[in-house]
């Protein structure tokens, strides 16, 4: 059993940054992949970056590819997604997930944290 709690969502201007934390319990939290997907209002939920339970892969949705970096402490139980370059279209509730193997589909995620908003001002 795993939870996720992320945090460090607000509000930005277009062109800043912010970092997203997503801390776990349990202590099976390395053996999964975790990702980040984000869903905007009237919009299906969307993924936007994944990494593997090592740390040594990584895929990125081409909309943040170059923008957006993940990375993971397992010794922390903790991911993190730092966001530059924020644009209005990248504004959406980010949830964080976890899954037992590297995946894009939403389907695969067996855990999944509350989400927090991040808004961007044009």
């Known amino acids: 059993q795993v939870q996720l709690v992320e945090s460090g969502g607000g509000l930005v201007q277009a062109g800043g940054s912010l970092r997203l934390s997503c801390a776990a319990s349990?202590?099976?939290?390395?053996?999964?992949?975790m990702g980040w997907f984000r869903q905007a209002p009237g919009k299906e939920r969307e993924f936007v970056v994944v990494?593997?339970?090592?740390?040594?892969?990584?895929n990125y949705a081409s909309s943040v590819k170059g923008r957006f970096t993940i990375s993971r402490d397992n010794a922390k139980n903790t991911v993190y997604l730092q966001m530059n370059g924020l644009k209005p279209e990248d504004t959406a509730v980010y949830y964080c997930?976890?899954?037992?193997?590297?995946?894009?589909?939403?389907?695969?995620?067996?855990?999944w944290g509350q989400g927090t908003q991040v808004t961007v001002s044009s």
């Open positions: 990494i593997s339970w090592s740390g040594g892969m990584t």
């Open positions: 997930a976890a899954a037992p193997v590297v995946t894009t589909s939403v389907n695969r995620y067996n855990y």
């Open positions: 349990g202590r099976t939290f390395s053996r999964y992949a």
